[in-house]
């Protein structure tokens, strides 16, 4: 109890001290009249969300449908690419596949680095210095979300129960089957759940994205907010979290199956 009391005084004379350093008290964290205003009209707008195009007067369907199925195309090769390099990764950097192996710490190292860097900053970078592509956009998610994949995939086959993996080996099945057999076909529950958060968080990515000029969601969301068609805005937002929300349901039956077998 007193070691906890210490972390939570710690905490609190931590938060306490940035928010002075940073000036937060004198901050005009409250917005003025005219954004209270624009705050309301915001909120308002949530129930009166627009299938219409306010300037054209055009159906938004086919625009939306091309933004969404851009959104997941550009999601999915990202997912794709930080898999292939994660999975062989994770392995290197398990303690469990070779215990004691002189390569661990390097690559562990090499995981580090790639998740070290956010999305958005690779984003910015390729950006720059291929243009707008979309290889620039599945790249600038791909890079960061391999380093995350392995490093959550090796603690995940680090942390499994050993006990069938020593039974196999002491039956004389090679450590290799062990490890495939008794050790890693016991992760892959965990495995595919959290490849499936990755993919939601692919997607926000990915729609993030369209704020730098990637034809997902996010260009015409961000059109939308300069535009201020608030009602426009709500659209977008219901339908990337309709999208998110499909993608959960998905997973969700996905790990059901697998916990059957």
Sequence with gaps: MRRHAALLLVACLAIAGSSWWLDLWRSPLIPDEGGLQLLGRFIAAAARPTLTDAHTGQSLVPVLGLALWNTVRIATAAMALALLAAAPLSLLASTRL????????????????????????????????????????????????????????????????????DALRHTGAPPSAAFALGQLSRTLPDLA???????????????????????????????????????????????????VLGVHAWSSVVRRRMEVR
């Design 193 to 243: 759940a959290y490849t499936f958060y990755r993919f939601e968080c692919a997607l926000r990515s990915a729609a993030i994205l369209g704020f730098f000029g990637v034809p997902t969601i996010g260009v015409h969301l961000a059109a939308a907010v300069d535009n201020v068609q608030l009602p426009a805005v709500w659209t977008w937002l219901y339908a990337l979290a309709a999208l």
């Design 98 to 165: 070779a215990p004691g192996a002189p390569w661990i710490w390097p690559v562990r190292t090499l995981i580090t680095a790639l998740r070290s860097v956010h999305e958005l900053l690779w984003a910015i970078v390729l950006l720059a210095a291929v243009g707008q592509s979309e290889w620039a956009a599945v790249l600038a998610i791909a890079i960061p979300y391999a380093g995350t994949l392995a490093k959550v995939f090796s603690e995940l086959i680090d942390e499994a129960p050993t006990d069938a993996a």
